[in-house]
């Protein structure tokens, strides 16, 4: 069965780093776009970052553009997202999700909390 696995969350002060990592199994990962959402305590969940089968097209949200990066490693059925330049508004739990925005997502991590203070 398909399980998406997060990782990497933590505590961070403002304008640190830190790297989530979602590890998928149970399907055939290279041939899925993945992405990350984020959701704020009273806010509704935010697409955050997007990334196609190969790795060579990416989006994001405003929110997040320039620092943000996602990534993929089809070897290691992995996608990234390693967030610098870290905000208190960037507190939340972060998800990652089979799918693209034309087709919909149709599988869910559990979610990782990430908290800047």
């Known amino acids: 069965h398909v399980q998406l696995v997060e990782s990497g969350g933590g505590l961070v002060q403002p304008g640190g780093s830190l790297r989530l990592s979602c590890a998928a199994s149970?399907?055939?990962?290279?041939?899925?776009?993945m992405a990350w959402f984020r959701q704020a305590p009273g806010k509704e969940r935010e697409g955050i970052a997007s990334?196609?089968?190969?790795?060579?097209?990416?989006s994001y949200a405003d929110s997040v553009k320039g620092r943000f990066t996602i990534s993929r490693d089809n070897a290691k059925n992995t996608v990234y997202l390693q967030m610098n330049s870290l905000k208190s508004e960037d507190t939340a739990v972060y998800y990652c999700?089979?799918?693209?925005?034309?087709?919909?997502?149709?599988?869910w991590g559990q979610g990782t909390q990430v908290t800047v203070s």
């Open positions: 999700a089979r799918g693209d925005w034309n087709v919909g997502f149709d599988y």
């Open positions: 149970g399907y055939s990962y290279s041939g899925y776009c």
């Open positions: 990334i196609y089968t190969g790795g060579d097209s990416t």
